[in-house]
C-alpha cells in the first residue's frame, strides 16, 4: 500500500527503455531507420523542404493553389521559395474556433560559401565560408565536408550541386595545425584558436597552365566546374552553397539505442511532425504544420518565422473555407493552440555543472517540454501559462506518452530561444515540446531512440 501510494505522490524519473516491449522495441527501430535515411537526404532547408513536399504529396497532399475550395478533411500545402513548407489537414471545425498547430525549422548550423568564395594560395585552392547559426569553430576542421544548395545563373538556369555524399564523390575539409607548431594556438581560449575567417574549405590542389600561361590551381578547379555544371566564377555570386558535414546518420552504441547524425538541431522535430501529420485524417480541428527556415539566425527573413507567409497560409485556408470577413485572422490566432517543436539540450553526465539536475531534459526519459526557455531573466522567451501546461499534459498522460519538463541549462549559465515567442506574440499558447539533444550544434548530435518515437506519438496525439 505505501509503495503504491509512493508511486503516485512521486514524478519519478526513469529510462523509457525500462518498460518497452519487444514490440515497441521493433517499432522504434523501423522508426528511426526511416528518420536516418531521411536525414541522409535532407541535410540543408532546401532539401528537406523538397522530400517533404514529395512525403507530402505522396499522402495525398497538393499545392493549395491548385484547390479553389477547401472541404473537411483535404490536405494541402504550400512551399515557400523551396526553403519553408506549410501544411494543413482541413478539420471538422470552423477555423475561426482555432488551429492546432506544430511548428518546426528546417535549418541547422553549418558553413556558407562567401559570395566571391574561390581563390588560391601557395599551389592550393580555397573556399572562403562565412559560418551560420551558433558553431564551435573549432568542430568543423579536420572532418570530411560535402558541398550542398544551388547556383543560379544570370538566366535563370538553375543548378543543383550535392558532392560529397556519394562515394565515388570527392569531400572536403577545413585544416588545422599540427600540435607541434601550436603552442600559441593552445594559449587561445577555445572561441578563439579558430578564427572566422580561417574556415576556408581546402578544394583543390593540382595546377594547369591558364590562357596566359601561368600556373593555376583556381584555373584548375574553375575548369572543372565549368566542363561539370557550365558555370564561370562570376556564377558565384548568385549561389546558395552550404557545406555540411559529409557524415551518414548512423546508429549509436552496442545496443542500437541512440542516433548520431548532423542537423538534427531541429530535423528530428521536423521529421516526426511531418511523419504524424501524414497520419492525422479528419481532425477536430485544422491541423497545421509549419517547417521554416532561419531559426538559426533569428527566424528574420522571408522563409524564417517572422515572415508574414504564416499569415499568408492561414489566410488562404480561410478564403478557400469561406470564412473571411474582416479581423479574423486575429481570433483564428487568439484560440489555436501550438507546439513549438524544437529539441533541448539532454544532460550530459560529463558537462553535469551546467544543468540543474532536477530540471534537465534526460536521454530516453521521452519527450522533453520546456515552459520557457529564454536567457537569464527568462529574457528573450515565452511562459505557457499553467491551464495551457496542463491541457498538454493530460493529452500526453491519456495516450501513455513519456514525457519530463525541463530548463535549457542552469540560471545564468546561458539560454536559447525558439520560435515559441514569435507564435505567442500572435496570441497563440504555445509550449515548446522536443527531443533531448546531445551535443547540439556541433556536426554530429545523438538523439534517443526511444525520445524520437516518443516525440512522433506525441505529435500524432495532439492532432487526434
Not at 558553413?111 to 573549432?138: M, Q, R, S, V, W
Not at 580561417?198 to 566542363?227: A, F, H
Not at 544532460?347 to 526557455?373: C, E, H, M, Q
Amino acid at each position: 500500500m505505501e509503495e503504491n501510494l509512493e508511486n503516485q505522490l512521486l514524478n519519478k524519473k526513469e529510462s523509457g527503455w525500462l518498460k518497452t516491449d519487444n514490440e515497441r522495441f521493433n517499432q522504434i527501430q523501423e522508426f528511426s531507420n526511416g528518420y536516418m535515411n531521411f536525414l541522409n537526404s535532407s541535410k540543408t532547408e532546401r532539401e528537406f523542404a523538397a522530400n517533404a513536399v514529395k512525403v507530402a504529396e505522396e499522402n495525398g497532399f497538393v499545392d493549395i493553389n491548385k484547390k479553389d475550395f477547401l472541404n473537411v478533411g483535404d490536405k494541402v500545402y504550400f512551399l515557400n521559395r523551396e526553403k519553408s513548407v506549410y501544411l494543413a489537414v482541413i478539420g471538422e471545425e470552423k477555423l475561426e474556433n482555432g488551429l492546432q498547430i506544430i511548428g518546426a525549422h528546417i535549418d541547422s548550423p553549418r558553413l556558407d560559401l562567401k559570395p566571391n568564395p574561390l581563390y588560391e594560395d601557395t599551389d592550393l585552392a580555397y573556399f572562403n565560408t562565412h559560418y551560420y547559426g551558433g558553431i564551435k569553430k573549432y568542430q568543423w576542421t579536420t572532418i570530411p565536408l560535402s558541398i550542398h544548395g544551388v547556383i543560379i545563373k544570370a538566366n535563370g538556369e538553375k543548378i543543383t550541386v550535392n558532392i560529397g555524399e556519394d562515394e565515388n564523390d570527392p569531400i572536403f575539409t577545413i585544416t588545422d595545425l599540427l600540435p607541434h607548431l601550436a603552442r600559441d594556438q593552445y594559449s587561445k581560449k577555445l572561441g578563439e584558436a579558430i578564427d572566422g575567417e580561417s574556415l576556408d574549405l581546402l578544394i583543390g590542389g593540382i595546377p594547369i597552365k591558364d590562357e596566359k600561361g601561368k600556373e593555376s590551381v583556381k584555373y584548375n578547379v574553375l575548369k572543372i566546374l565549368n566542363e561539370k555544371y557550365g558555370i564561370t566564377e562570376a556564377d558565384f555570386v548568385s549561389s546558395e552553397l552550404e557545406l555540411v558535414p559529409a557524415f551518414k546518420a548512423r546508429s549509436l552504441g552496442f545496443d542500437y539505442g541512440m542516433v548520431a547524425a548532423y542537423g538534427q538541431d531541429d530535423k528530428v522535430c521536423s521529421y516526426t511532425a511531418l511523419r504524424a501529420l501524414m497520419e492525422t485524417n479528419n481532425p477536430k480541428k485544422t491541423a497545421v504544420c509549419v517547417l521554416v527556415d532561419k531559426e538559426e539566425i533569428g527566424s528574420y527573413g522571408n522563409t524564417g518565422m517572422e515572415s508574414h507567409v504564416f499569415e499568408y497560409f492561414i489566410s488562404e485556408l480561410l478564403n478557400k473555407r469561406g470564412e473571411n470577413r474582416p479581423n479574423l485572422l486575429e481570433k483564428v490566432f487568439c484560440y489555436s493552440k501550438m507546439l513549438s517543436s524544437d529539441v533541448d539540450a539532454g544532460f550530459d553526465p560529463l558537462y553535469a555543472g551546467v544543468s540543474d539536475k532536477g530540471n534537465a531534459g534526460f536521454l530516453s526519459r521521452g519527450i522533453t517540454l520546456n515552459k520557457y526557455t529564454g536567457a537569464r531573466g527568462k529574457s528573450g522567451a515565452s511562459d505557457a501559462n499553467a491551464e495551457y501546461v496542463a491541457w498538454i499534459r493530460n493529452i500526453l498522460e491519456k495516450n501513455d506518452i513519456r514525457y519530463q519538463v525541463s530548463e535549457l541549462g542552469k540560471v545564468d549559465v546561458g539560454g536559447g530561444g525558439t520560435i515559441a515567442l514569435i507564435l505567442a506574440n500572435k496570441g497563440i499558447d504555445v509550449i515548446d515540446c522536443g527531443v533531448p539533444v546531445l551535443s547540439m550544434h556541433a556536426p554530429y548530435e545523438v538523439t534517443s531512440k526511444f525520445d524520437i518515437y516518443e516525440a512522433y506519438r506525441t505529435y500524432k496525439a495532439f492532432w487526434e
